[in-house]
């Protein structure tokens, strides 16, 4: 945000810098289209000479007709006036058809960039991939790409206007009395320059008021989509802190381009006003010099209606719709810029410890949860409390208890996603508090029982966590979680994947499969299965269980955590951990038997399900 405050100068060198970065593929896409642009000219053309006619017609009709006594003669000029401006009719069509041959393929491509970036972004930075993962990209899809369609119309119709109008003013002025010229360019072209050097600065001023925008937009959608967290955390004040700052820099930048605004008036004023005002001071001289009265009614004719409103709606143009069209341009040009490869686990420290050195790191838990209470709001009772847990390496474990009890939060806790109100959580030894999302990705994965799945193709889904993934490692997750089937009827691995188009148990499955492919060691299952039939499930945790990590060896460098949807779950892990809301039990299926009575119960539950009501 600090971009608004910048001095002029640092305005003028982003600008700049936009601008060389957007000529060449403005070169290129009008390079593509030269015959549309000659069909434009043409028909411009014409548009040019009914502006000659119309104010050196008006001339004549004076000057040879009216004052000087031949009125049929005036007359007469005036018809080939007016006959001009109706012709004017079928060059304007044509304008038109040729504009939208221009406007629409420029607008498709830069949908077709967005979505790409997209994509990209959610293939590089799978810690944002949620609901509010991407706004701006979402801003660029949909609000940023008319913005640029219509700003790119806006300024082909202006600029292509004035340019032909004042082609034709001028070579009517040229044509009427050289003396004209002597008045009327002089504040034109002073005009001119002076608003093309602000044209930079405001740009980068409209790119930092753009970005400010998409700050806020961002924020306040993260805020609403997270009050009721905000609130039961008690955290409203430090999110209202950070969203008035937001505000407070969105103020300031769209303070900075109301500067910039006043002095484009300012040059609108000389450009637009001075010429008509030297014009009529210097009316005198003008007469002393030869000029007639008519040539002087024809150079106001020419100012005013044709010249002035040309050159004011290209300096609106530009100064609005210009600026915003290269800010907007430049932020899809940001967009393509290619992803950067996420950082791969860091395993040379492993890889180069002597073999005698092994058994210390195998020592250290996969997970360590010690005395964690959580609890959703100052007030509200803990969810979890005291809990103290250690998962060894290797080691599949299960998580049972009603619903509501906690076994979700725990999840989130020991992925890093809840930050508990007191305790702490290590993964390998390591705290989870303060690491960033891109170091968490690369120690756990979580499976949440509403897996994602997202518009692509079924590579890019199961690649998501891993894009550095081969061909063959991806086969194997396929073939290992058993969902060769489903693959090969969605088209295989490059068809294009429609999310709505999949069941909950589909989409599971393709979740599990890119979990797999990850290289995190540790693996929460949160009912990550509860859509899948029972041989299914079995087959996933049985693959996670003996997840290989480059040797095919056990997963003895991580941990299977599942909270468990049914028995069979439970009777596969390793241990299993009871959430009872009072004194969480920890133990073997046979030692949970003995020693749980929920346990006991809930194994009578799922063993024995109640039949169904009405029966």
């Not at 004052?67 to 006036?81: C, F, K, P």
């Amino acid at each position: 945000m600090s971009a608004a405050a910048e001095p002029p100068a640092t305005e003028a060198s982003s600008g700049r810098g936009a601008l060389r970065r957007n000529l060449p593929p403005a070169r290129r896409f009008l390079a593509g289209r030269k015959r549309v642009l000659v069909i434009l000219g043409g028909w411009s053309l014409l548009e040019s000479a009914q502006t000659f006619l119309g104010g050196y017609c008006l001339a004549q009709a004076l000057d040879r007709g009216f004052l000087a006594g031949q009125t049929g003669t005036g007359l007469l000029w005036l018809v080939v006036a007016a006959a001009s401006i109706l012709g004017a009719g079928p060059p304007m069509r044509g304008v038109f058809a040729q504009l939208a041959e221009l406007t629409e393929p420029l607008r498709d491509a830069l949908v077709r960039r967005a979505v790409r970036q997209a994509l990209r972004r959610a293939v590089t930075d799978p810690a944002r991939t949620d609901d509010r993962s991407d706004t701006a990209a979402v801003s660029r899809l949909t609000h940023q790409t008319e913005i640029v369609r219509d700003s790119f119309a806006g300024l082909v119709l202006t600029i292509r206007a004035f340019v032909f109008n004042a082609a034709g003013a001028l070579i009517g002025l040229l044509a009427l009395a050289p003396e004209l010229l002597l008045v009327v360019l002089p504040p034109l072209v002073l005009g001119i320059a002076l608003f093309l050097a602000t044209l930079l600065p405001m740009a980068s001023a409209q790119r930092s008021f753009l970005d400010a925008d998409e700050a806020v937009a961002e924020g306040v959608g993260a805020v609403s989509a997270g009050h009721r967290d905000l609130v039961a955390c008690g955290a409203q004040t430090g999110a209202a802190e950070r969203t008035g700052r937001l505000v407070d820099a969105a103020e300031r930048t769209s303070r900075v381009l109301a500067r910039w605004a006043a002095l484009r008036t300012v040059a609108l004023g000389v450009a637009g006003q001075l010429p008509v005002l030297l014009l009529l001071v210097a009316t005198p001289w003008l007469l002393r010099q030869g000029v007639t009265t008519g040539a002087l009614a024809g150079a106001l004719t020419y100012l005013l209606q044709a010249l002035l409103p040309a050159l004011h709606s290209m300096m609106t143009a530009l100064g609005a719709a210009g600026t915003r069209l290269l800010v907007v341009v430049d932020r899809f040009q940001d967009a393509t810029a290619p992803p950067v490869p996420p950082k791969a686990p860091d395993r040379a420290a492993d890889a180069g410890l002597p073999r005698g050195r092994r058994p210390s790191r195998a020592a250290v838990p996969a997970v360590e949860v010690r005395a964690v209470t959580h609890a959703y709001g100052p007030d509200s009772p803990p969810v979890l409390e005291h809990l103290s847990l250690t998962v060894r390496r290797g080691e599949h474990i299960a998580v049972v208890g009603p619903s509501g009890i906690g076994k979700s939060t725990l999840a989130g806790v020991v992925s890093g996603l809840v930050a508990p109100d007191d305790g702490t959580v290590l993964l390998g030894g390591e705290p989870v508090a303060g690491r960033t999302a891109q170091d968490l990705a690369d120690r756990r994965v979580l499976i949440p029982q509403q897996a994602y799945v997202f518009t692509g193709s079924v590579r890019e889904n199961l690649l998501h966590l891993r894009p550095d993934a081969t061909s063959g490692e991806l086969t194997h997750a396929v073939r290992t979680l058993g969902a060769g089937p489903l693959v090969h009827r969605l088209g295989g691995p490059d068809a294009v994947l429609d999310p709505r188009a999949l069941s909950h148990g589909e989409r599971q499955l393709l979740a599990l499969c890119r979990a797999y492919l990850s290289r995190a060691p540790l693996v929460l299952l949160d009912e990550a299965t509860c859509h899948l039939d029972p041989v299914a499930e079995a087959r996933a945790e049985r693959a996670f269980a003996e997840r290989a990590f480059g040797d095919g060896a056990r997963a003895r460098d991580g941990a299977l955590i599942v909270v468990a949807h049914r028995l069979s779950s439970a009777r596969r892990a390793d241990r299993v951990l009871v959430l009872d809301g009072t004194t969480p039990r920890f133990g073997t299926h046979e030692e949970l038997l003995t020693s749980s009575a929920l346990y006991r119960d809930l194994f009578g539950h799922w063993e024995h399900p109640p039949p169904p009501a009405g029966r």
